[in-house]
């Protein structure tokens, strides 16, 4: 019986009226409720169905293409993907925002609201896991077929909170009000072993061959989540994987009694993907994290290898179909499953089954800092990963003699490129696993792949000179600047044409003509004013300050780390503080520091630096002499919902890592691209930045990253500067004194000695040149009118730091990989009827 379906109803379907009609459709069918009897709760149920299923046409679309047209796909394998609230950016990539405005008012209800109700899935940590999900935007954006493979945490990254100036950490529930943008998959499930042992036997061919019998097997379901892109044809499917039970209830064992043991299965199993380690730039090490790890990898490669297979693709043209990119190490496991698949499974000889998976991967590095190398106890690995262990010998014993042929007699080349470090209890080292088994390898940013080049894989890219390139980050200007910052997207529209959301890199630079123009710049003053205003609205309600947005804001927020260098940060407020305090007179213009970000549960020093911002902040909310010109507010649980209010308030971007040590940096490309003036280091991406702005619009201080290595060859010690900067003396005294906690001398201690004995990331170093600068940031504030230009040429000089640049780069330079030219509507709402 066919279905008879209007011609037009694409269209008919985005008007105000039909989103009403079917937002309520939805409230009442799918939540069973009325408008009165509505909780937020059903509302943005309701609500977020009705967006969905505009999404689901061209979602269906891409995913028929993906699985039956002929071309390759880009697989985007991360354990981490910080996607963020979806409702706003869905409307605003279905151009619907505005008619659903108007749908829902029209019913008495407000958007806003129910945008505010959103559970972010906070699926990641920090850089990597946002970068992951700025490139699937632009993916889809892009019109590139691709797919996102990652893990479906029950709880991602804890949510914080601050009590008495310390971090506290709650378990994230994001699920706990439902999810209602997945496409739960039961019926598309893998199975993923664990543990057992393996068999060597020769095949019905006399060919020798390996059985695994893994001592535990779980179950991995898929829950699909749409990512449109803006205005365009794909929607790409972010395909996450959820560890269950195959044996959910065992009734035999709870028909004994034992009623524990009788779940047990189900809950060993469930908690592969019940939390995201909340640890970012240092290693977990953790059993439950490789199986996290294998777990995902595992089920992303059976679910490839079914649908090549489906196309009626042999296993060896894997690499065809495919374009893997590893995000980093934590997927590097699949390049042994890879091989385990294409040689135990499929019958494939180990040197083809190699060449596919050369062929196949792609590995980009995010990190040089050596604790976040991650390296796993052979122990540990053979015990859960037996025969990817075999594998890993065996690559590396092949890996090796080549070496050897390439340079015979380096045996001290051969033992530090070697897939294992022989030392103390033996480790696979991951990084090596992923250059290796990969045809391509990046850093994420200039200065951090000639690093990459020159220290940690130097042997690597002596061996193949080619092998590593760059490709520097970007952030997606859809969320961070149409969707964070909608006054100032009006402003793009009306001076650069609407245009410049889907061709940021391509026509951001005309916006440099406009800083001459003092109308324009009275324009752009109030639109940050407008941002500051409501930044402030929110910071009151998170932590009961009032702010000036007549004041600097000078903003830090990204996870808390010592080689970001927040405590450098608050050295400089101590002694503008003290400054005040020592010339009440001194005309030093208001300012407000803002921080945020979140410590590793575990990182004792990254914890103790948010209880000494929060204690700077309390002491200096107390002093009445000096609050009206030197603020300081801490504001908790950032996020990326959070960020999308902070980044367009910001007058002033810290980016202040110790140079060589912040591979990228992508918030610095957020805080840019809202007109915020950079003042940093020449450490990541802030390179390319200055590079891009020029040194009259960009603060540059401190020691670069050859000056680093020179002073920690020559044995830095940081006493030197300590004993010949008596304001540095002053400041770190009143820090030791105990005025920040309440009179406890002994609180900060562990902090000031690390930077009086050791000080491994150089702030002292650096206190001096940071002051400075500080000081030309003062002076040029005080020209209103010069600032706004300079902040109007860093917008106009951000282009390349949009992902489309950076996506372009990696299909043009690693995947091979082109857009999709026009999509037939192969799909249909026709096609219900089987
Ligand atoms: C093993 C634990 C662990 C977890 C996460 C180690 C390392 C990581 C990530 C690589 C840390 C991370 O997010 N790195 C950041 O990646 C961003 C995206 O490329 C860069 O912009 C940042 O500079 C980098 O710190």
């Known amino acids: 019986m066919a279905i008879t379906i209007p011609r037009n109803m694409a269209e008919e379907k985005t008007s105000a009226e039909v989103l009403g009609h079917d937002f309520c459709h939805h409230l009442y069918y799918s939540q069973g409720k009325i408008g009165r009897t509505a909780s937020l709760y059903d509302i943005h149920m309701a609500a977020s169905r009705t967006v969905r299923d505009r999404i689901l046409h ?159 097997v779980i179950r991995g379901m898929a829950c699909d989540l749409p990512i449109p892109g803006y205005q365009s044809q794909l929607t790409i499917p972010l395909r996450l994987w959820r560890a269950e039970a195959v044996e959910a209830f065992d009734l035999a064992t709870y028909n004994t009694g034992d009623y524990m043991g009788a779940v047990l299965g189900k809950i060993k199993s469930e908690n592969v993907t019940k939390v995201l380690y909340p640890v970012d730039e240092m290693e977990a090490g953790k059993r439950l994290r490789l199986m996290q790890q294998f777990f995902f990898v595992s089920c992303s490669l059976q679910d490839m290898l079914r649908i090549h297979l489906l196309k009626g693709k042999t296993p060896e043209a894997f690499n065809e179909t495919y374009a893997v990119q590893l995000n980093d190490t934590h997927p590097a496991v699949a390049v042994a499953e890879l091989m385990r698949l294409l040689v135990d499974t499929h019958g494939l000889a180990w040197e083809q089954a190699w060449e596919t998976t050369r062929k196949a991967f792609a590995f980009t590095n995010h990190t040089l800092l050596p604790e976040a190398m991650e390296r796993w106890p052979v122990g540990m690995f053979g015990k859960l990963l037996p025969r990817h262990l075999e594998i890993i010998y065996e690559i590396n014993r092949r890996f090796l003699d080549e070496v050897r042929a390439m340079r015979t007699g380096d045996e001290d080349l051969v033992s530090r490129l070697s897939l294992i470090d022989e030392s103390g209890e033996r480790y696979v080292r991951m990084a090596h696993l992923a250059c290796v088994g990969s045809h391509a390898i990046n850093g994420v940013a200039s200065l951090h792949t000639e690093l990459l080049k020159s220290t940690v894989l130097k042997d690597f890219h002596a061996l193949w000179p080619d092998k590593i390139l760059n490709v520097t980050n970007g952030v997606t200007p859809r969320r961070w600047v149409a969707l964070s910052n909608p006054r100032l997207a009006a402003l793009l529209d009306e001076s650069l044409g609407t245009e410049w959301i889907r061709e940021w890199e391509a026509t951001s630079s005309r916006l440099a003509a406009y800083a001459g123009d003092a109308g324009f710049r009275a324009r752009w003053r109030e639109i940050k004013q407008a941002n500051k205003f409501s930044l402030a609205k929110v910071a009151k309600e998170r932590t009961g300050m009032d702010i000036d947005p007549a004041s600097l804001f000078d903003i830090q927020v990204k996870r808390i780390h010592e080689y970001k260098r927040q405590h450098l940060n608050v050295l400089h407020i101590v002694s503008r503080y003290l400054k005040l305090k020592n010339e009440p007179h001194a005309d030093v213009p208001p300012r407000t520091f803002i921080f945020a970000g979140k410590a590793a549960p575990s990182y004792f020093m990254a914890k103790l630096i948010i209880r000494l911002i929060t204690g700077v902040s309390v002491a200096l909310e107390k002093d009445k002499a000096t609050r009206d010109r030197l603020k300081v507010a801490f504001l908790p649980n950032f ?170 780069e990696y299909c043009r330079n690693i995947w091979d990989v082109e857009p999709m030219a026009s999509l037939g509507d192969e799909v249909s709402f026709r096609d219900c009827a089987a």
């Not at 959103?118 to 797919?147: F, V």
């Not at 902090?751 to 009086?756: C, E, R």
């Open 639 to 808: 996020n990326v919902g959070l960020g999308q209010i902070i980044y367009p308030a910001a007058n002033l971007s810290e980016q202040i890592s110790l140079a060589g040590k912040e591979a990228s940096g992508t918030g610095n490309m957020k805080f840019m691209m809202n007109g915020a003036l950079t003042i940093g280091t020449l450490d990541g991406a802030n390179v390319e930045i200055l590079d891009a702005v020029g040194e009259q619009d960009f603060f540059l201080f401190g020691l670069d990253a050859h000056e680093v290595a020179k002073a920690k060859a020559a044995g830095y010690s940081p006493r030197g500067c300590f004993d010949n900067d008596p304001i540095l003396r002053e400041a770190l005294g009143l820090i030791s004194s105990g005025f920040f906690s309440d009179g406890d001398g002994s609180l900060f201690q562990p902090l000031v000695d690390s930077l009086l004995h050791r000080d491994e990331y150089m702030l002292l170093a650096d206190f001096g040149s940071y002051c400075a600068c500080q000081e030309r940031v003062d002076a040029a504030w005080r020209d209103q009118d010069a600032w706004s230009a300079s902040s109007i040429r860093n917008v106009a000089g951000s282009g390349r730091f949009s992902s489309d640049r950076a996506i372009r």
């Open 58 to 216: 061209r979602w269906m679309n891409t995913v028929h293409h993906l699985v039956s047209d002929d071309f390759r796909v880009v697989a985007y394998l991360s354990a981490e993907f910080l996607i963020g609230p979806q409702m706003s950016n869905n409307l605003l990539c279905l151009g619907l925002t505005e008619a659903a405005r108007q749908g829902l008012s029209n019913n008495g209800f407000d958007l806003d609201a129910v945008i505010s109700q959103e559970i972010e899935p906070g699926l990641g940590n920090g850089g990597l896991g946002r970068l992951a999900a700025c490139y699937l935007d632009s993916l889809a954006s892009l019109d590139i077929p691709a797919i996102g493979y990652g893990i479906h945490y029950e709880f991602g990254l804890f949510s914080q909170a601050i009590a008495d100036g310390w971090q506290v950490e709650q378990a994230d529930r994001w699920l706990r009000m439902g999810s209602p943008w997945e496409l739960l998959r039961p019926d598309m499930a893998y199975e993923v072993g664990f543990g057992g042992h393996t068999t060597a036997y020769t095949d019905g061919q006399g060919r020798y061959s390996v059985r695994w019998e893994p001592a535990q």
